[in-house]
């Protein structure tokens, strides 16, 4: 009987183990043909190891795949996986980048996380009052942790309207789902009677239970700072205030050459994807390996690039904006392009060359970039890196002004109204003045007053008939 037993037990565990592998197996084959919950899936099982050996390198290489493809629980976990350093090395930067990615899909763990992140100026410059936005984002959702930390944005009024009362109300909901840290602040306001009645009794049932549960909630991914009796005790953080930037362009017919500007990368929209499961992190496996930690996309390194230019959530480094640049202008990016000429231009992060910076607006311009071109005809005009050529200038600027550049607009309507490089046509100036002074163009509001007197009452409402039909076809 013994032995019908033990020969039950090892069949049980053969047929265990091999529903295990082939569940593994179907996972891989999901995973490999671009299935995110597959690979998302995968990152975890590694990351948790309780199917197969833990492997921390692993569980990042799926994760980062299932985010990079708008999974938002991988993107969360890859997230946690900076923050810890678990599999990868620990960048806060990287870390906060993907909470945000997350966070914005309406991932509530990610809204929390990004929120603490804005709170502590954790990777990118502290805010207090997004942080509490973000905050209220996962709260809606019922996130303990959020719940917890509005509360405390609520008793202090720390970039939210102080009110003790809905502190009470924040600390109640978290404290319902076992989250100690409220417990304990609820305590401190039945003790004091702030936001509720006074009430010893009280303060000690909520203290009490706050010690009972506080083994719980400890080796979650961050602790959260209490509210102490004498006070709330969060740390202070170093902040990241981004540098002020020029935002002036090549801006008149005049003679000179005032700075171009940059433009902020826009981040593009994300897919929603399911919510992740467990949320109980580890120790890190040691030593860790030193894994790349930085995008490998032309667009994603051109923002990368943005960041440090602009000192977003990174110290200001020009020479560190370029080396990002260069790499996604090798692969073709026009904005990366368009950068690392106003970059030679200027002398930013690069020794100063007018000639590099004219390669690389013709660059970014034959690709139908607009800034560059519009600079491609300054530099043409006024011979800066390349010989003065009138004709040259008036080709960039028109290619520029056709897709709506307004600066381009009004110097090609310099360009008509004295005859550089063109046959002088002062009907044709008042029509390029006129569309960039409807884009906002002052100098071009200006100039074309100078050109009223030119022409004939039915010239002028000819014009103004094709610059609205001009801007409604556009």
Not at 213 to 227: C, D, F, S, W
Request: net charge negative; proline share 4%.
């Amino acid at each position: 009987m013994h032995k019908f037993i033990l020969v039950a037990i090892a069949l049980l565990l053969c047929l265990t183990l091999y529903a295990q592998s082939s569940y593994i197996d179907n996972l891989f084959f999901a995973a490999k043909n671009g299935n995110t919950d597959a690979q998302y899936e995968l990152g975890r099982i590694y990351y948790e190891g309780k199917i197969v050996p833990r492997n921390l390198q692993e569980a990042v290489k799926w994760l980062a795949l299932a985010a990079d493809n708008g999974n938002s629980a991988a993107q969360c976990d890859l997230g946690w996986c900076y923050f810890r350093g678990e599999g990868i090395e620990k960048n806060a930067v990287e870390a906060a980048r993907w909470w945000r990615i997350a966070a914005r899909q309406g991932n509530p763990d990610a809204q929390y996380l990004y929120g603490w992140c804005l709170d502590n100026g954790y990777g990118i410059a502290e805010n207090k009052t997004e942080a509490a936005q973000w905050y209220q984002k996962a709260a809606n959702q019922g996130n303990a942790y959020a719940l917890n930390n509005l509360g405390f944005k609520y008793f202090t009024g720390e970039g939210i309207e102080h009110n003790y009362y809905q502190a009470v109300s924040c600390w109640l909901r978290a404290a319902e789902q076992g989250n100690s840290d409220a417990m304990y602040n609820l305590g401190v306001c039945y003790e004091r009677g702030l936001g509720i009645s006074k009430d010893q009794s009280e303060a000690e049932k909520w203290y009490q239970l706050s010690r009972e549960y506080e083994q719980k909630t400890r080796g979650n991914l961050m602790e959260i700072p209490q509210l102490k009796k004498s006070g709330i005790y969060y740390a202070k953080p170093e902040t990241i205030i981004p540098p002020p930037i020029s935002t002036a362009e090549l801006n008149s017919h005049k003679e000179e050459y005032p700075e171009e500007s940059l433009e902020s990368a826009i981040t593009p929209a994300l897919t929603t994807a399911k919510k992740p499961d467990s949320k109980e992190l580890l120790k890190p496996a040691e030593p860790l390996p030193k894994v790349p930690k930085y995008p490998t996309a032309a667009d994603e390194m051109y923002e990368w690039g943005m960041k440090y230019y602009q000192g977003d959530g990174v110290p200001q480094d020009y020479k560190e904006a370029v080396r990002w640049w260069l790499m996604a202008a090798e692969q073709g990016n026009a904005q990366a392009q368009y950068s690392l000429g106003v970059c030679y231009k200027n002398g930013r992060g690069v020794e100063k060359d007018e000639k590099e910076a004219v390669r690389w607006y013709m660059l970014a311009a034959e690709q139908g970039e607009p800034r560059a071109q519009y600079n491609l005809g300054v530099c043409y005009k006024f011979g800066i890196g390349v010989t003065k050529d009138f004709n040259e200038a008036v080709k960039w600027y028109r290619l520029a002004a056709q897709q709506g550049h307004a600066q381009a607009q009004c110097n090609l309507g310099v360009c008509y109204a004295n005859g550089e490089g063109i046959e002088k046509d002062f009907e044709e100036a008042y029509f390029w003045f006129s569309l960039a002074a409807a884009n906002g163009n002052k100098t071009a509001a200006e100039n074309r007053v100078l050109l009223e007197d030119k022409l004939t009452e039915e010239q002028k409402a000819r014009i103004k008939d094709r610059v609205q039909k001009w801007l409604i076809n556009r």
